[in-house]
T-cell receptor
Framework: AQTVTQSQPEMSVQEAETVTLSCTYD???????LFWYKQPPSRQMILVIR??????QNATENRFSVNFQKAAKSFSLKISDSQLGDTAMYFC?????????????FGTGTRLQVTL | DSGVTQTPKHLITATGQRVTLRCSPR?????VYWYQQSLDQGLQFLIQ???????AKGNILERFSAQQFPDLHSELNLSSLELGDSALYFC??????????????FGPGTRLTVL
């Protein structure tokens, strides 16, 4: 079974600064997907960024980027120019695509607080 | 707005009771997933349906059941409720097989409180 570990329960960053959230995972598979989801106080789950394991290039979405290290099974999220609206829980998730059955396995989350 | 709708938003009930949570996927999506978010268990996958058929099962209790109807909406039935079933229940949907991103779109969730 696949597992996802987020070792930072809480983090804090000042507005406009950069912060990196860590995630490691365990799998024996070679082809999979990794995601970062954001859950603001509204509790809505919002996809931030995705990475396909077969792509060596790190994914980037505006201020959000990942550092994907496949051999180390590490998938960290970097948030640049942090904004107050980035305050949320962030979940790392793993997906093993098997045809039409593709469940997400989530880490325990990192609570990020952006301060003035 | 993800396009996935869930009703009701909040549900308060007593132990031993039975409730039904409803989910309507995005237009065109064939897969529906149910997840439970609780304080002690985190976010856990419960069950997945694809075009009316069960495709994957996770940590779903025997007291829980689900189905997907011909119009593709899904219902999650929770019976003999216990205090520990209090949680936020999410439904997600994803496009038909062949999507290169396998993205799941989450609904706003149903907050269940068992007293």
């Amino acid at each position: 079974a696949q597992t996802v570990t987020q070792s930072q329960p809480e983090m804090s960053v000042q507005e406009a600064e950069t912060v990196t959230l860590s995630c490691t995972y365990d799998t024996s598979e070679n082809n999979y997907y990794l995601f970062w989801y954001k859950q603001p106080p509204s509790r809505q789950m919002i996809l931030v960024i995705r990475q396909e394991a077969y792509k060596q290039q790190n994914a980037t979405e505006n201020r959000f980027s990942v550092n994907f290290q496949k051999a180390a099974k590490s998938f960290s999220l970097k948030i640049s120019d942090s904004q107050l609206g980035d305050t949320a829980m962030y979940f790392c998730a793993f997906m093993l695509p098997t045809g039409t059955a593709s469940k997400l396995t989530f880490g325990t989350g990192t609570r990020l607080q952006v301060t003035l | 707005d993800s396009g996935v709708t869930q009703t009701p938003k909040h549900l308060i009930t007593a132990t031993g009771q039975r409730v039904t949570l409803r989910c309507s996927p995005r237009s065109g999506d064939l897969s529906v997933y149910w997840y439970q978010q609780s304080l002690d268990q985190g976010l856990q996958f419960l069950i997945q349906y694809y075009n009316g058929e069960e495709r994957a099962k996770g940590n779903i209790l025997e007291r829980f059941s689900a189905q997907q109807f011909p119009d593709l909406h899904s219902e999650l039935n929770l019976s003999s409720l216990e205090l520990g079933d209090s949680a936020l229940y999410f439904c997600a949907s994803s496009p038909p097989g062949g999507s290169s991103y396998n993205e799941q779109f989450f609904g706003p969730g149903t907050r269940l409180t068992v007293l």
